[in-house]
């Protein structure tokens, strides 16, 4: 039931963290970013691995433009960042 509480909670802050300016959703959502696949893990093990996969799909959904920068990062690209 706890971690039922604290996805909650996760869920809460990026929905809030999505509303400031972008200017200041670097750090939270860096933080979210980093907390979002250790949260994955806890609900693939408590849960199993089908709500884990679904937590994932929404994830990937939420953080879809931070993680094609960062995957463009690793393949020695250079994108902008948005002004």
Same mark, same amino acid.
């Given at each position: 039931m706890t971690l039922l509480w604290i996805c909650v909670l996760w869920v809460f802050a990026s929905a809030g963290i999505a509303v400031l300016p972008l200017r200041q959703q670097f750090l939270p959502g860096a933080f979210l970013l980093l907390t979002?696949?250790? !949260?994955?893990? =806890?609900? $693939?093990?408590?849960? @199993?691995?089908?709500? +884990? #996969?679904?937590?994932?799909?929404?994830?990937?959904?939420?953080?879809?433009?931070? !993680?094609?920068? =960062?995957? $463009?990062?690793?393949? @020695?690209?250079?994108? +902008? #960042?948005?002004?």
């Open positions: 979002g696949p250790l !949260l994955i893990l =806890l609900i $693939a093990f408590q849960v @199993g691995w089908f709500m +884990a #996969l679904l937590a994932l799909a929404a994830f990937g959904s939420m953080f879809r433009n931070p !993680l094609m920068f =960062l995957w $463009a990062k690793l393949r @020695g690209q250079n994108p +902008a #960042l948005p002004q």
